[in-house]
């Protein structure tokens, strides 16, 4: 039998011990399990920003993955928690839209509600669920527990209002989605839409109410002092600078429009 892979990621930081507690969980149920940190600088309970990190990463992980999720700004409220399994991965997470990415990338899910109360820990805190009801949930299914084990099947699960490209006046209007650590400013158009709107000549891009003179290809290839446009790691048109930070350049939020017209 494979080792189970349980990835985590998390708005909980590496300051406290809540990472660690809940590897301990999953080890004393799971103790053969790799165990693999995503991220837990998720900024505090920012849903939206947790299901985009999934979203740029899941695919990339082994068939079979177990994704634990935990940015949990309704913990110990009504709110319920989740297993779900989609064509090669399951994931674990509260019902609050962290998984929307995933519903909306995947055509077949089975989805649970986390009801079964042997596969949690015996006493379930009301502040810190990710230890006590969703690390052993993970770990239980990296012991091959069944997902339908876990609880009984829902289908009004919580979804997320994910911004869409449209084009307005004969124009490309997105936003800003996120905002990495290097201070790029990430939008949702993505290479394939920006190509097939570019194939018909030239363009101009503009982010906020900055006009954006180049797009380039490397970091490298940007001029000091400059934010040019560049296609990032997830194929996302982004902002930076060579070195620097364009979100601290610019001033730029997310949210704000990214719109790519003709010249």
């Keep these: 039998m494979a080792r189970a892979i349980i990835a985590l990621l998390t708005d909980f930081g590496l300051t406290d011990h809540y990472v660690g507690a809940m ?24 849903v939206f920003t947790a299901s985009l990190e999934l979203s740029a990463v899941y695919y990339l992980f082994p068939a079979g993955t177990i994704f634990l999720v935990v940015v949990d700004p309704g913990v110990g409220s009504a709110r319920r928690g989740l297993a779900v399994e989609t064509e090669s991965y399951r994931f674990i997470a509260p019902d609050n839209g962290v998984l929307g990415s995933v519903f909306q990338e995947s055509s077949q899910t089975k989805v649970v509600e986390l009801t079964e109360r042997r596969y949690a820990r015996p006493t379930v805190s009301r502040t810190f669920e990710g230890r006590d009801r969703f690390a052993p949930a993970a ?10 084990a876990l609880g009984r099947p829902v289908t009004d699960y919580q979804l997320l209002d994910i ?19 290097f201070g790029n400013l990430v939008s949702n158009i993505d290479r394939k839409t920006f190509e097939n709107y570019a194939q018909a000549g030239a363009i101009q891009i503009e982010v906020g109410e900055y006009a954006i003179g180049r797009l380039v290809e490397a970091y490298t290839d940007i001029h000091d002092g400059d934010v040019s446009a560049i296609f990032g790691s997830t194929d996302q048109l982004e902002f930076a600078t060579n070195s620097g930070s364009a ?10 429009p990214v719109v790519v017209g003709r010249e």
């Design 23 to 46: 590897k301990g969980v999953i080890l004393e149920i799971c103790p053969e399990a790799t165990l693999v940190d995503i991220s837990h600088d998720v900024p505090p309970h920012d």
């Design 139 to 148: 770990a239980w299914l990296g012991k091959n527990v069944q997902l339908s």
């Design 163 to 181: 911004p869409t490209v449209n084009r307005v006046d004969g124009k490309l209007v997105g936003q800003v989605l996120r905002i990495d650590h």
């Design 247 to 256: 979100v601290r350049q610019l001033g730029i939020e997310r949210g704000d």
